[in-house]
């Protein structure tokens, strides 16, 4: 039997669970969807889908079975719980984990199932409930190479790309770093903010310039060329573009620095990305090329 005409489960309808699952609803093997919430799952049945009276019923009855709870006390109840899938679903089932996971659940999961054939992958998603219901998410997944293949046709519902980052956990490794950048950055908006606002600047104006100026350049991703972070050696093409940016960068910085103690605001992110700045370019000014 092909892949396709095996069932899909989807355990978990939240906010990014729901748009992600109705995108399977037509899946050509089926859809079978659970959630403690029985509400949430009344909208599937209506449109066609099989609606699960527990996990070992998804467990039981799908090849491909995704899970999107809450947080990692619920990803392992769902898993290896008493009723869960390991103890219900056949050797052969992938299960991927989409929950935000700490660093080494995925890898403790992959272990305590292998045993029954079950594999795991770990396959959390950035582009959020708009990404989820336009089927544009990014999927980050940790598995073998095998099981990533078996996943990626039913993935392509909802993920516009599909990312194999490595082995089990390698996903949700990728996913953590992804959103250090974004809250991260979220912090750094607030100290932005704070600095237009004290210097009288109109702050939905900036947000507009922001969002216009991010869409054309690609914001902090367009930086991320390179397969390492060490140093960019001569000769390749991106050390004289990236020495171009640390120059400008760190006047920018020191400028903002300037400007924010005039005005008697404190810049604790301005202060070290000027120290910073340079190594993240890989273009550190102390390193000795060879």
Same mark, same amino acid.
């Given at each position: 039997m092909s892949d396709d005409a095996c069932a899909v489960g989807f355990i978990g309808l939240g906010n990014i669970g729901r748009p992600m699952a109705q995108r399977l609803v037509e899946w050509p093997g089926g859809l079978w969807v659970h959630d403690v919430v029985e509400a949430t799952t009344r909208p599937f049945g209506d449109a066609g889908a099989h609606v699960a009276a527990d996990v070992a019923d998804v467990a039981s009855r799908c090849g491909v079975i995704s899970v999107? $709870?809450?947080? &990692?006390?619920?990803?392992?109840?769902?898993?290896?719980?008493? #009723? #869960? !899938?390991?103890?219900?679903?056949?050797?052969?089932? !992938? $299960?991927?984990?989409?929950?935000? !996971?700490?660093? &080494?659940?995925?890898?403790?999961?992959?272990?305590? $199932?292998a045993a029954s054939g079950i594999e795991i992958v770990d396959a959390p998603v950035s582009g959020g409930a708009m990404g989820a219901a336009g089927g544009n998410l990014a999927a980050m997944v940790g598995g073998s190479h095998d099981a990533v293949q078996r996943c990626r046709p039913v993935f392509g519902h909802w993920a516009s790309l599909v990312a194999h980052m490595g082995p089990v956990g390698a996903g949700t490794r990728a996913k953590l770093a992804r959103n250090l950048l974004h809250f991260v950055s979220f912090a750094a908006v607030g100290e932005a903010m704070r600095l237009a606002e004290a210097g009288g600047v109109d702050l939905v104006a900036l947000g507009e310039v922001v969002r216009h100026s991010d869409a054309v350049t690609g914001g902090p991703g367009a930086i991320m060329l390179r397969d390492t972070t060490a140093a960019i050696p001569p000769g390749d093409g991106l050390r004289p573009i990236f020495e171009h940016t640390r120059t400008l960068g760190e006047k920018d910085l020191r400028h903002a620095l300037a400007l924010g103690a005039g005005l008697g605001v404190e810049l604790p992110l301005a202060e070290l990305a000027v120290g910073q700045v340079a190594a993240a370019l890989g273009v550190p000014h102390d390193e000795e090329y060879s």
């Open positions: 999107m $709870v809450r947080d &990692d006390a619920q990803v392992h109840d769902v898993i290896v719980g008493d #009723g #869960g !899938i390991a103890a219900h679903a056949a050797p052969g089932t !992938i $299960v991927a984990i989409h929950s935000t !996971i700490a660093p &080494d659940t995925a890898g403790g999961l992959a272990a305590a $199932v």
